[in-house]
């Protein structure tokens, strides 16, 4: 009688030990692409900011942080166009930090109808337009083998500044994007 006291306290206890344990299990993880989401949120808005910087001193700063966030943030890509305008003219900046080359095609209602080119990647390219009244931008660009456009619409009678960006970070095989215009007004 005791032997068999003796085998079922020790079958409870292993039951017991058991249930305990499965109460001690992780919880589940969140997936890396919905906790990377708010870091995105961050990175774009340094990209707001720093547009606003460059159209204090009309220098590109955006290719400075997408070099920036490129070297320090894993995952990290950007496409990105700089328009500074002025009363009846334009300068547009594409910069590419893809880790691939894109070609761009360039239309627009302005003097010079399309404008073209390859960018390598971690580079930029500039075009100078002449405009009146308002501007109808359309950015073409190719990478492996897919096309995306990205339409921007602006008045050339005034001074401003329009940043376009297009960001992501790749995480457990997922690419989270997210794209944004900014515009300043001087």
Known sequence: MKGQIFIAGAALLVVLLALIATSFAPMPAIPMAISIAPQLDNLAQEYRYTTGLSS???TD???ELSVYFRNNVQGF?????LITATPGAYDLIIGNFLRNPITVIIT?????????????DKESKSWNFGATDNVQLTINYTIQNSTYTKSLVFAAD??????WFDIGIAVDRNNIRQSDTWNVTE
Not at 77 to 81: F, K
Not at 158 to 163: F, K, V
């Open 108 to 120: 627009t209602n302005s003097d010079s109808s399309t404008a073209s080119g390859a960018i390598a």
């Open 56 to 58: 204090i001193d009309k």
């Open 158 to 163: 005034r001074n401003q500044t329009i940043g």
């Open 77 to 81: 890509d950007a496409v990105y166009a």
């Open 61 to 63: 700063h955006l290719d």
